[in-house]
């Protein structure tokens, strides 16, 4: 069925799967549970097996049609050539990282990131891929951060928990000058906030259990290739994978060394409650984002309440640069208590807000970010990503604003 063009981000998504060949009809691709899946001529599944044929599976841990179906409908939210589905978005960062680095490779990294990724960063140092970690929000701290072997710049486009946002489009300059790979984590303003491939990333990575799921009842990731990075100039790519047109060889990779022979496969029931999930995303990211601003201007104004950290409140150090390359804000909302010791008693006097980790659900989540997810790292690393003893991180839901403002005032009285 051939697809009317153009059309706008989320009637793309809903008619996805029939316009993509849904089997007998269906509206919605159908879930394959298979794990094999054979072909009339040994001929065939060999190509499949070498990477000759255009499509086909073979064994489900490299995916399945419906994992497919959904990686065409990430591509088409990114604007790229090609994604990889994961079992989380995790998965998916580490996949990069140990599949196209090696040791004696260097990493820039952001020094803001998720607290698991700050951890995996470790991990890499101890692989022997050296690490440097620097404040994004100044590319020129990028720049001198860059030695002759590095190969990868890593971002996130909003940093969680402290809403810090890159010079994204300075550090894609700089990539595209030094023929690094730009890595963009999407995750906190998903495809529909912002494409990443508008400032020169060439990997975009999403976790799929946040934004675009949204419903906090599925795992996945996805990394997605721009099509903006030269991998025929890349040296890490394997000879087995140097074949053909080398705009794929970074997926193909990625794919060969993350799903098949690390297994970190999303699963067909997965991805089919994703791709279900990702077609509200626009309704959902309006919505929260649109709430989210309404409490962050109203905790501003409250004297128990010592700083809020919210993208597209001009008291944001970066507000300007998310006004430029941001549609909204979203979920994402952290504030800092002006007596940090009222952690805990603020926390569970709220009747709304969940006290519990994990993002972008449809219900408001609410955690004390140094006693939790940050309470690993350590006070060092904690003050070096500006994190506060008393900064509390909200991942804001449907609920109605007016509703989550009183449950906030009558805890902060």
């Known amino acids: 069925m051939t697809t009317p063009e153009p059309l706008n981000f989320t009637t793309q998504i809903v008619h996805a799967d029939r316009w993509g060949g849904a089997e007998h009809g269906a509206i919605h691709k159908p879930i394959h549970t298979s794990v094999q899946y054979g072909y009339e001529r040994v001929e065939d599944l060999i190509a499949v097996f ?72 470790g991990t890499l140092a101890d692989l022997g891929i050296e690490v440097s970690t620097v404040d994004v929000t100044d590319s020129a701290e990028v720049a001198a951060a860059l030695r002759p072997n590095t190969r990868m710049v890593f971002v996130e486009t909003i940093a969680n928990p402290g809403t810090q946002i890159p010079d994204l489009a300075a550090i894609g300059q700089l990539c595209r000058d030094r023929g690094l790979l730009y890595v963009v984590d999407n995750t906190v303003a998903s495809p529909y906030l912002f494409r990443p491939a508008a400032v020169g990333a060439g990997l975009v990575v999403n976790s799929l259990t946040k934004s675009i799921a949204g419903q906090g009842g599925a795992l996945g990731g996805a990394v997605t290739d721009t099509g903006l990075f030269d991998w025929s100039a890349y040296p890490n790519i394997f000879a087995a994978y140097r074949k053909g047109d080398a705009r794929g060889w970074g997926l193909q990779q990625l794919r060969k060394k993350g799903l098949r022979d690390m297994g970190a496969t999303l699963s067909s029931q997965a991805a089919h409650q994703i791709a279900l999930g990702a077609e509200t995303l626009a309704l959902r990211m309006d919505r929260t984002s649109a709430t989210a601003l309404a409490l962050a201007q109203w905790l501003e104004q409250q004297p128990g309440v010592a700083r809020v950290l919210y993208p597209m409140l001009p008291s944001h150090p970066q507000h300007a640069r998310a006004q430029q390359w941001l549609r909204a804000g979203s979920w994402l909302l952290s504030f800092e208590l002006a007596d940090p010791s009222r952690c805990m008693e603020f926390c569970n006097r709220l009747r709304l807000p969940i006290k519990a980790t994990g993002l972008a659900d449809t219900r408001t989540l609410i955690i004390p970010v140094a006693h939790t997810i940050f309470w690993e790292a350590g006070p060092a690393v904690r003050a070096s990503m500006g994190i506060a003893d008393g900064m509390i991180r909200l991942s804001v839901g449907l609920e109605d604003p007016a509703d989550l403002i009183a449950d906030l005032a009558q805890a902060l009285a």
């Not at 070498?50 to 939210?77: D, H, S, V, W």
């Not at 589905?85 to 998916?92: E, K, L, N, V």
């Open 50 to 121: 070498q990477g000759t044929a255009k499509g086909g599976f073979n064994y489900a841990r490299q995916g399945t049609p419906t994992t497919a179906a959904l990686e065409a409908k990430i591509t088409q939210m990114e604007g790229g050539t090609g994604t990889v589905c994961f079992a989380t978005g995790m998965a998916g960062i580490c996949a990069i990282f140990l599949t196209l680095l090696k040791a004696g490779d260097h990493l820039v990294a952001s020094r803001f990131v998720f607290g698991n990724t700050n951890s995996v960063l």
